[in-house]
């Protein structure tokens, strides 16, 4: 088995080291797939979070541009004619 100073490998040993070098590659492979679904996952739970933020923010807005309020005073509806333009202003932002 020994032959100036190597060693041979034989045949049941090679098939060993092809059959765990297949494994190996084989795991290789479904740690990449693992790592796409993962990323999969957190870009699809991003996007819900996302729609949620926006959906507060639409019924936030409603609330607002809805609202039967006009004011008391001129003071009062300033105000309430300044939140108007800036949520008109954050939508028009928002749909760009």
């Excluded at 795991?27 to 729609?51: H, I, M, S, T």
């Excluded at 936030?60 to 509806?77: C, F, P, Y």
């Amino acid at each position: 088995m020994i032959k100036s100073g190597k060693v041979s490998v034989t045949f049941p040993v090679t098939a060993r080291l092809d059959e765990i070098d297949n494994q190996w590659q084989n795991l290789v492979d479904l740690a990449a797939l693992r790592k796409q679904r993962l990323n999969e996952a957190v870009d699809f739970y991003q996007f819900f979070a996302d729609a949620d933020d926006v959906d507060h923010w639409m019924v936030d807005t409603l609330r607002i541009v809805s609202s039967d309020d006009v004011g008391k005073d001129e003071a009062s509806a300033q105000s309430l004619l300044k939140k108007h333009k800036v949520s008109s202003l954050l939508f028009t932002d928002r749909a760009d």
